[in-house]
């Protein structure tokens, strides 16, 4: 694998994930302004009309639209963006936190479709339907042929809430044939993956983005972790890259003491605007770590730097990603929409996290490679910081402004060069894709292990490591794998654990050998 080719992947998928997660006014916050009519606009809707009608091909003018706008976009800053229809709607779901479906897990394998598992208490589990089974047909619709997509499959088995579906379900462990109706239901989009007791008594909970439901299912996790009587809360924000405002609020008034500043905004008025912790009391004095790295955007960073500059607790991992603008949200009405940066956000102390763009998108979104490539990802000293941004957190702690949040320790992200690029792989779909394999050739020997069997089966399983670099090497994937042998069967046992068994027994044994989770179980900090 060439050195720029794993930074570059990594680069686009981050700047297209914090482009549409944002930091979002919410929904019930929106309002929307008047907007007239003057010289400028009449301009484009003349142009638009004379082309539509005189034009001497026939033109998609949606097309033509759809691309000025986004041009427009472009020239103001890099999260001002315009969302089309189809991928609105997709964005839509997953900030609302749900949609109506049968609740399915799925792979198009060998050109049918097979479910990896369903999802548990969903209307497919309800139904009958197990993992390893493929549904050939839907309501008569066939799902099998090379010309099935998951688009298609998407349409399909979504729907209206309490409508019905007739699937034709092929069982391999039986080799049976059967027909299964499954009425849909609202299936949740969860943005809190797990929360957890950890082996040294602290708390842990993941969360991936912050959509609507999000401060009501963190708080279903941290009130349940409560009862455990945790000694300390780890909250993981690595990999979000943000959402709505009010629900990263609403977290850190369960974290803060009433009246510490939460954030500030500014806008292009200048007016600023202050929201402070109506403090919950839950969860205000017990050891608190927040994990964050480069990928960590917008209300990822409003927590993290909230919790930074009250020092209210310690921030661990590698420097965020540096979004300090707030975007509202305009429906065109044709489904499509504008995210328009309205204000800039500040810390408590003052900071401004928005990392530089003035030399253009393009080099704003190579940051992460530029990272890379300065060892910044590797050595806390390669972080570039201006003494020209310092401030003062409120115990007199010297922190900096002016590109992503800062930690207050240190994690870097390998051992050494080279293992990272092993990390990616293993957490790519190509890895689940083996693994759903393997697991379909003796599917009801797997389903009888419990997790503390499945684990030693697999470690014990002295062809598994060879087999696995056999099917990346069919693949056209060559990895030097031998040295990270130990890492690599760690991430595959990881893998099977997930499609046979649940979140929290993944995360158990996921993060046994996470670099940051183990500093903080370490050295206590």
């Known amino acids: 694998m060439k050195k720029f080719f794993w930074p570059f992947i990594v680069a686009i998928s981050l700047s297209l994930g914090v482009l549409l997660g944002g930091?979002?006014?919410?929904?019930?916050?929106?309002?929307?302004?008047?907007?007239?009519?003057?010289?400028?606009?009449?301009?484009?809707n003349r142009l638009l009309d004379f082309i539509e009608q005189e034009y001497v091909d026939q033109v998609d003018t949606d097309s033509i639209v759809d691309r000025t706008v986004t041009t427009i976009l472009e020239q103001l800053d890099p999260?001002?963006?315009?969302?089309?229809?189809?991928?609105?709607?997709?964005?839509?779901?997953?900030?609302q936190g749900s949609f109506v479906g049968i609740g399915v897990q799925y792979y198009l394998y060998q050109d049918s479709l097979a479910i990896i598992k369903p999802l548990e208490g969903g209307p497919s589990s309800k139904a009958g339907l197990l993992a390893g089974d493929r549904i050939l047909k839907a309501d008569q619709r066939v799902l099998y042929g090379k010309e099935i997509s998951t688009d298609t499959i998407s349409t399909v088995l979504r729907g209206e809430e309490g409508t019905a579906i007739t699937l034709e379900v092929y069982r391999k462990t039986t080799q049976e044939l059967q027909n299964i109706v499954v009425k849909r239901e609202p299936i949740p989009l969860k943005s809190v993956?797990?929360?957890?007791?950890?082996?040294?008594?602290?708390?842990?909970?993941?969360?991936?983005?912050?959509?609507?439901?999000?401060?009501?299912?963190?708080?279903?996790g941290l009130l349940?972790?409560?009862?455990?009587?945790?000694?300390?809360?780890?909250?993981?924000?690595?990999?979000?890259s943000g959402g709505y405002m009010d629900q990263s609020s609403k977290i850190l008034n369960d974290l803060l003491s009433t009246d510490q500043t939460i954030?500030?905004?500014?806008?292009?008025?200048?007016?600023?605007?202050?929201?402070?912790?109506?403090?919950?009391?839950?969860?205000?004095?017990?050891?608190?770590?927040i994990l964050v790295n480069e990928t960590s955007a917008s209300a990822s960073e409003i927590i993290a730097g909230a919790i930074q500059d009250n020092?209210?607790?310690?921030?661990?991992?590698?420097?965020?990603?540096?979004?300090?603008?707030?975007?509202?949200?305009?429906?065109?009405?044709?489904?499509?929409?504008?995210?328009?940066?309205?204000?800039?956000?500040?810390?408590?102390?003052?900071?401004?996290?928005?990392?530089?763009?003035?030399?253009?998108?393009?080099?704003?979104?190579?940051?992460?490679?530029?990272?890379?490539?300065?060892?910044e990802l590797y050595a806390a000293d390669s972080i570039k910081v201006a003494d020209s941004l310092q401030f003062k957190t409120r115990n007199g702690r010297i922190v900096y402004g002016g590109g992503g949040i800062v930690p207050d320790v240190f994690v870097p992200i390998a051992r050494k060069h080279g293992e990272e690029a092993i990390v990616m792989m293993m957490k790519s779909g190509m890895v689940s894709y083996y693994v759903f394999q393997e697991i379909d050739k003796d599917r009801?020997?797997?389903?009888?292990?419990?997790?503390?069997?499945?684990?030693?089966?697999?470690?014990?399983?002295?062809?598994?490591?060879?087999?696995?670099?056999?099917?990346?090497?069919?693949?056209?994937?060559?990895?030097?794998?031998?040295?990270?042998?130990?890492?690599?069967?760690?991430?595959?046992?990881?893998?099977?654990?997930?499609?046979?068994?649940?979140?929290?027994?993944?995360?158990?044994?996921?993060?046994k050998i996470d670099p940051m989770v183990l500093k903080v179980m370490s050295d206590g900090l």
Do not use: C
């Open 224 to 240: 349940d972790l409560i009862t455990q009587d945790i000694k300390g809360l780890i909250i993981d924000l690595r990999d979000n």
């Open 263 to 289: 954030v500030k905004t500014i806008n292009r008025g200048g007016q600023e605007k202050v929201t402070k912790a109506k403090s919950t009391n839950l969860f205000t004095s017990k050891p608190l770590f």
């Open 311 to 375: 020092d209210r607790g310690t921030i661990v991992g590698r420097r965020t990603f540096g979004k300090g603008l707030v975007q509202r949200e305009l429906m065109l009405g044709d489904g499509s929409a504008i995210r328009l940066t309205t204000a800039r956000y500040y810390t408590p102390s003052g900071r401004s996290i928005q990392k530089n763009y003035k030399n253009g998108i393009e080099d704003y979104n190579n940051d992460f490679r530029s990272r890379y490539e300065h060892g």
């Open 193 to 220: 993956d797990v929360a957890l007791k950890l082996d040294n008594q602290y708390g842990y909970i993941k969360v991936n983005r912050f959509s609507s439901t999000t401060y009501e299912e963190f708080q279903a």
């Open 79 to 95: 999260h001002s963006v315009y969302i089309g229809k189809d991928l609105m709607k997709e964005v839509t779901e997953s900030m």
């Open 444 to 511: 009801q020997r797997y389903n009888t292990m419990t997790t503390a069997e499945l684990i030693a089966d697999l470690q014990g399983d002295s062809k598994e490591f060879g087999q696995f670099k056999r099917y990346l090497e069919t693949n056209k994937l060559f990895f030097k794998l031998d040295r990270h042998k130990d890492l690599v069967m760690h991430y595959l046992i990881a893998e099977y654990v997930n499609q046979l068994k649940g979140q929290e027994e993944y995360y158990e044994w996921l993060l």
């Open 23 to 44: 930091f979002l006014v919410s929904a019930s916050q929106r309002t929307h302004s008047n907007f007239f009519t003057n010289h400028n606009k009449l301009k484009l």
